[in-house]
Nanobody
Framework: HVQLVESGGRSVQAGGSLRLSCSVY????????MAWFRQAPGKEREGVAA???????ASADSVKGRFTISRDNAKNTVALQMNNLKSEDTALYYC??????????WGQGTQVTVS
């Protein structure tokens, strides 16, 4: 049974920082592409940042220079360091794992609110 569990979301003031963490259970994610997505109220879910099995990363233009994705294969975790947060970063943040040609596993999400 595969489970992705996000944590670290909370309310923060604009300009502040947060670190989200995703713990992966039941799935060997060391070679899998992992990503963070987010969905704001009334908007479609969007990709925020991704990291492949080699550690190569990509991020959305809206977060470049502010957000950093990383992974710890020994701990089976993926993190999203978010700096200089803006009100438009307010959203439910999801962790996802890629497999079989699609984002196959998803967490339940962790809420980030920036005011």
């Amino acid at each position: 049974h595969v489970q992705l569990v996000e944590s670290g979301g909370r309310s923060v003031q604009a300009g502040g920082s947060l670190r989200l963490s995703c713990s992966v259970y039941g799935y060997t994610h060391s070679s899998a592409c992992m990503a963070w997505f987010r969905q704001a109220p009334g908007k479609e879910r969007e990709g925020v940042a991704a990291i492949d099995g080699y550690g190569v990363t990509a991020s959305a233009d809206s977060v470049k220079g502010r957000f950093t994705i990383s992974r710890d294969n020994a701990k089976n975790t993926v993190a999203l360091q978010m700096n200089n947060l803006k009100s438009e970063d307010t959203a439910l943040y999801y962790c996802a794992a890629y497999g079989g040609g699609r984002w196959i596993y998803w967490g339940q999400g962790t809420q980030v609110t920036v005011s």
